[in-house]
């Protein structure tokens, strides 16, 4: 009796088992396990971060970064090893999109040996942070 019913089981069927695989290969999902391995890791291996810009003139060098929506107390400055270190707080009320993809971000900004750090000035005003600090001045030779 049992070898009946097995046998009848894989007979073609309306509803049988060789359907559903014929069914399973005819229509593609949506979405595979693979698309959603990748999602898994894009979301996870995506490091926060926003623009920097750096400029120089004959007494200062200047460092900009924007940082749109951020309310000044959730930023950070660092000068650490001839470096500016950026960061943003990872504050929960930041609202928008915009923000909470900065929310943790960092950057190091290598500083030239010629920058004084002693006397930098910070500025904050409508996303733009700018930092700028003095150059040394080195001392003129005459030519003889």
Do not use: C, W
Request: proline share 6%; charged share 30%.
């Amino acid at each position: 009796m049992k070898e009946e019913k097995s046998s009848s089981f894989f007979q073609k069927q309306p509803g049988g088992p060789m359907k559903l695989i014929n069914e399973f290969f005819k229509t593609r999902p949506q979405r595979t396990l693979l698309d959603s391995i990748d999602d898994y890791f894009r979301e996870r291996l995506t490091v926060p971060s926003f623009h920097i810009n750096t400029n120089e003139t004959d007494h200062f060098y200047t460092v900009t970064a924007e940082l749109p929506g951020i309310p000044k107390e959730d930023i950070q400055l660092k000068v650490l090893n001839n470096e500016l270190i950026v960061s943003i707080k990872k504050s929960k009320s930041l609202a928008n999109n915009t923000q909470r993809k900065l929310r943790g971000a960092k950057q190091a900004i290598p500083l030239p040996s010629y920058v004084l750090t002693n006397n930098m000035k910070a500025s904050y005003k409508d996303g733009i942070l700018n930092v700028r600090f003095r150059k040394r001045q080195g001392k003129s030779i005459e030519i003889e």
